[in-house]
């Protein structure tokens, strides 16, 4: 490469070294000050900050809707909220904590992490990223506007028809929720398309496929997965809305329509989504546990083969969500025997990583713990899976405290806990600090107590025939100590997440430094400098091992021949990860969030009359055509 850049005639990174090198490149790629240069950024690292923030400030609010909840159960019969103030409060914790926080947070990780692990210097189309975020935060405070307005859905996070249709949901609260999933799901699929499109075409030199670390590999099916399974929820919510606003009685069985249509279109997507939000999960673990107990993950094969059939699995057992529509008696057995199946993957990753600690020398630090608690709480949640994969079963306890309490145990478990782990463990690199670690053992068995006290109780509470999205009770129901209990861990929970956040707020100003690779990590991201500057690395890395900073303790080799007078990136093979050409990088456009804006009033629009979409067509097509416009790439003028 170096001799192509040098017939060239352009300044390479041949041509400067050490400081000047880095202030130059940190020139190029860094974002320009002030408002518009914050508006226009396409670095994914800026990006993805905003992403995990905003996905916290929804978990956060998602988390107070729940507590609401729990206090208007806590004892029968109960005044605090009203029946339908409790209907918008379940639908927006369920859609808040699926559509705006399980699926978006581990994008978001992705989206800052991936590049650096992979070794680049910015995601895949880094203006369609910026695009992304703009849509995905339009979508949610759309949703939460409508809420605090009193116009919030009140059809679940499911809006399953006819309740959802025109004849039950008088009003826009339906158009309402139909049209933010559209809108953020169109997020999440671009989100997709990038990730997929950064590992297979910009790994650093030499990181063939048997290098690519796990954490990578999880978010990779991860995107696969949401590129199947998205379009499937965004058809389901585009044909309600046709529904109620154009009249096209596509789940209208009365003219000729079908309702559960609906049902296999939501949960086509909806069973995926459960992996969705597991997978990112098992990311965060797989790079958590071989960084504390000191070896190589155990099993990198099987695990990467496990992930891989995890993704393929995920598409085969959804309609164990509707065991109880009348389903023929072997179409159920085939549903129940793939629920089983899914299991053996699972178990699988579960082995390896016990095995990676069984034998590592495991140094027990806060991200460690909450991966601890991870294995407790999803394997929990798993065995009862495996007893509501059993139509009989499933057939007793469908809609009861069981499903919540499992689904809590399988989500909660299987993201929160390893993603609270997660942001313990890359805080020093996204800040350049460390998180306490005292508030964080505080914070974690905080947490673990509060949810297993808040949850548990639930199994026992749907065994006994509570039903599920019920505003009040009556005291002769007997359910009132358990609901008592449930709230009490639920308050516990909470505290614990303060004690998260306090920790954050505490240590962004008074944190000790953590330095370039402060946890003696093996993986690319912690060999530059924390927080990474605008280019990610000076010169991109040679890989030569599957923990590269445990082999090349002595200094990473390193492709050179890049210029330092434009953004430029290295395109590699897909398999073997050789350099195949340079690439220019876009610059920062203020054309995606235009476009964004564009689209997000053209879908507000449409709830009110259907000529929106004709008319925003126009905003939307001058925002594409200014994102779009040809210009002159360096690469373009040698």
């Given at each position: ?10 300044l ?8 000047a ?36 400030l929804?978990l ?5 809707t ?24 379940f639908?927006?914790h369920?859609?808040?904590m ?32 910026a ?22 859905p009140?059809?679940?996070w499911?809006?399953?028809?006819p309740?959802?249709?025109?004849e ?9 929720w ?22 297979l075409?910009?790994?650093a030199?030499?990181?063939t ?15 696969f ?8 929820v965004?058809?389901?919510?585009t044909?309600?809305?046709l529904?109620r ?10 003219e000729g329509?079908d309702?559960?249509l609906?049902?296999?279109?939501f ?13 990112p999960?098992?990311?965060f673990?797989?790079?958590?546990i ?6 190589e993950?155990?099993g ?5 083969l496990?992930?891989i ?9 959804w309609?164990?969500h509707?065991?109880?529509?009348g389903?023929?008696?072997?179409g ?21 990583w016990?095995a ?8 027990w630090?806060t ?12 394997v929990a ?7 509501l994969?059993?139509?009989?079963i ?16 399988v ?9 609270i782990g997660a942001?313990?463990?890359?805080f ?17 068995w905080?947490t ?10 639930m ?7 509570m ?13 009132g ?17 303060l004690?998260?956040?306090w920790?954050v ?9 953590a330095?370039a ?7 690319l ?15 991109i890395?040679l890989?030569t091992?599957?923990e ?31 350099p ?5 990088s876009?610059a920062?456009s ?32 001058a ?14 003028e040698?």
């Amino acid at each position: 490469m170096s001799d192509v850049a040098s017939a060239t005639g352009d300044l390479r990174d041949t041509n400067l070294d050490g400081p000047a090198l880095s202030a130059r490149l940190g020139r190029v790629w860094g974002t320009r000050r002030g408002l518009l240069g914050a508006l226009a950024t396409v670095d994914h690292k800026i990006i993805g900050r905003r992403y995990i923030v905003t996905a916290f400030l929804f978990l956060f609010l998602g988390g107070l809707t729940a507590l609401v909840m729990r206090l208007q159960l806590a004892r029968p019969e109960s005044g605090l909220v009203g029946p339908d103030t409790y209907n918008q409060l379940f639908t927006m914790h369920g859609s808040t904590m699926m559509f705006l926080f399980g699926v978006p947070i581990g994008e978001a990780m992705a989206v800052y992490l991936v590049p650096l692990m992979v070794g680049t210097r910015n995601i895949a189309f880094p203006r369609l990223n910026a695009f992304s975020y703009w849509v995905y935060l339009s979508g949610g405070l759309f949703l939460w506007v409508s809420f605090l307005l009193n116009i919030g859905p009140d059809v679940g996070w499911f809006a399953y028809v006819p309740l959802s249709g025109p004849e039950y949901s008088p009003g826009k609260r339906a158009d309402t929720w139909a049209q933010m999933i559209t809108f953020t799901e169109l997020s999440g699929l671009a989100v997709a398309i990038e990730i997929i499109v950064t590992v297979l075409k910009q790994r650093a030199p030499g990181m063939t496929l048997d290098r690519i670390p796990v954490f990578v590999w999880a978010l990779f099916v991860n995107s696969f997965i949401i590129v199947f399974a998205l379009p499937a929820v965004m058809l389901a919510s585009t044909f309600l809305i046709l529904d109620r606003l154009v009249g096209t009685h596509l789940f209208n069985p009365a003219e000729g329509g079908d309702a559960l249509l609906y049902q296999h279109l939501f949960w086509f997507f909806g069973h995926p989504e459960v992996y969705i939000i597991f997978l990112p999960g098992t990311a965060f673990v797989s790079a958590i546990i071989p960084t504390f107990a000191r070896r190589e993950t155990f099993g990198y094969l099987a695990l990467v083969l496990s992930l891989i059939a995890t993704g393929f699995l995920s598409f085969g057992l959804w309609v164990h969500h509707m065991f109880v529509t009348g389903l023929p008696q072997l179409g159920a057995a085939f549903f129940t025997a793939s629920s089983m199946l899914i299991a053996i993957p699972n178990g699988l990753q579960i082995f390896c990583w016990i095995a990676t600690l069984w034998d590592g020398r495991p140094v027990w630090r806060t991200p460690l713990l909450f991966v601890a608690g991870f294995f407790f709480i999803f394997v929990a949640g798993g065995l009862s899976g495996i007893m509501l994969a059993s139509v009989p079963i499933d057939t007793q306890v469908h809609d009861t405290y069981f499903v919540v309490a499992h689904f809590h145990y399988v989500l909660i478990g299987g993201n929160v806990f390893p993603l609270i782990g997660a942001i313990y463990y890359w805080f020093p690199k996204f800040t350049g600090r460390l998180l306490s670690e005292r508030l964080g053992a505080w914070n974690f068995w905080l947490t673990f107590v509060g949810f297993n006290v808040a949850f548990f109780p639930m199994h026992i509470s749907g065994l006994m025939g509570m039903p599920r999205r019920v505003y009040t009770y009556g005291p002769e129901m007997g359910w009132g100590h358990l609901q008592l209990l449930s709230t009490a861990g639920a308050l516990i929970l909470f505290a614990g997440f303060l004690v998260f956040a306090w920790n954050v707020i505490a240590s962004l100003r008074r944190g000790d430094v953590a330095g370039a690779n402060p946890w003696n990590s093996g993986t690319l991201e912690w060999a530059t400098a924390s927080p990474p500057p605008p280019q990610n690395f000076d010169r991109i890395p040679l890989v030569t091992h599957r923990e590269p900073l445990w082999a090349e303790r002595g200094g990473l080799p390193v492709v050179t021949g890049l210029s330092v007078g434009h953004r430029e990136l290295v395109v590699s093979s897909v398999a073997e990860a050789e350099p195949q050409l340079r690439e220019t990088s876009p610059a920062p456009s203020i054309w995606p969030l235009a476009a964004a804006i564009a689209v997000g009033v053209t879908f507000i629009g449409s709830i009110f009359t259907p000529y929106a979409v004709l008319w925003g067509a126009l905003p939307i097509a001058a925002a594409l055509t200014g994102w779009f416009w040809p210009k002159t790439a360096a690469e373009d003028e040698e």
